[in-house]
């Protein structure tokens, strides 16, 4: 985890804690990552509302908050909670969010025979509004992505134009695409690459050639030695790569170009997977290019398609056919 477990619990404010009850939080984060396998970010975010629902406590106790406590905690408190970060302007993805983690702190307590109340499972979780990917056309995505004519562009660029091509042409996570390193991407013939994902899920995934050729002209630009085993895409200062960088690079895109503000970075990979099951892909191949872990997450892009996808239907089914 990039933060200390004092660093989330505390955040910028005080946030004195029972010394039983810090104890049991950090081994909870400590089963998150080692037995759940959660990324540190994951972990960062559980812990983080964790804190926010302990810095309520302490509040609405008076005092600073231990496992007693929780064991007297009831779901009016807990509604409280969810009611105050409602006020605060939080939203219904991540209150659900929120909620998850503390249903899962307080059921790991439970199976550790450390506290047993079950206040927080009977709070329902908000209610998500259903949404669908916006990915770009077809035509919009290849001018995002377009290399650009040899010699007209600085290392900036082509480093970001990479960047976007991983994500189009690969399907891969921001996070992912900069996780590569040399030894990792997709080099000198070397067209799958080996991507860890969302909770440590591994996935092989295919590249293109004019991936790979995008990659090679951002490395023959950068004015910075590239180590094997390092972060391949580098800042204008030689550090690892903000994923904000990209972000913003995206922004000035949309403006040059005229996109719509959905045009995201991760908008590249919801055009990915769109413009692929347009094509007529299969959606479990789609799936394991995505490195989704149920095919649910992956059937809303059918959504998205739908008309083509009630075409096909038209065409094959046998009582669609004129006698």
């Not at 077809?138 to 377009?146: D, E, L, N, T």
């Not at 695409?177 to 690459?193: F, I, K, W």
Request: proline share 6%.
């Amino acid at each position: 985890m990039t933060e200390t477990l004092d660093d989330i619990l505390t955040g910028d404010a005080e946030l004195p804690l029972g010394n039983d009850l810090r104890e049991a939080v950090a081994g909870w984060l400590s089963h998150l990552g080692s037995e759940r396998g959660q990324s540190a970010a994951t972990q960062e975010a559980y812990a983080r509302d964790v804190r926010q629902f302990l810095g309520f406590l302490k509040r609405h106790l008076g005092h600073p908050p231990c496992l007693s406590d929780l064991a007297q905690l009831n779901a009016k408190t807990v509604r409280a909670f969810l009611s105050h970060r409602r006020k605060a302007g939080a939203i219904s993805r991540s209150l659900s969010r929120t909620l998850s983690a503390l249903r899962m702190f307080f059921r790991w307590l439970e199976r550790e025979e450390t506290v047993k109340n079950r206040a927080v499972l009977q709070i329902a979780l908000p209610k998500i509004p259903h949404s669908v990917p916006k990915p770009l056309n077809i035509k919009a995505a290849a001018a995002v992505v377009s290399p650009g004519m040899p010699g007209e562009l600085d290392w900036i660029t082509a480093r970001d134009r990479a960047v976007m091509m991983l994500l189009y042409g690969c399907g891969l996570r921001i996070s992912e695409a900069l996780s590569l390193t040399p030894r990792t991407a997709p080099l000198a013939g070397r067209d799958v690459m080996h991507i860890t994902g969302k909770g440590g899920k591994e996935r092989m995934v295919p590249a293109l050639a004019i991936v790979s050729a995008a990659i090679e002209g951002y490395m023959r630009l950068c004015p910075y030695a590239l180590d094997a085993d390092k972060p391949l895409f580098l800042g204008a200062r030689g550090g690892p790569l903000s994923p904000r960088l990209i972000q913003l690079a995206m922004e000035k895109l949309r403006a040059d170009l005229g996109l719509p503000d959905t045009a995201t970075p991760h908008a590249l990979r919801h055009s990915f997977a769109t413009h692929l099951l347009s094509a007529g892909a299969d959606l479990r191949q789609i799936q394991e290019l995505l490195g989704h872990a149920s095919l649910s997450t992956t059937q809303i892009y059918t959504e998205v398609d739908r008309d083509r996808l009630l075409s096909v239907y038209d065409a094959a089914h046998p009582r669609a056919r004129a006698n």
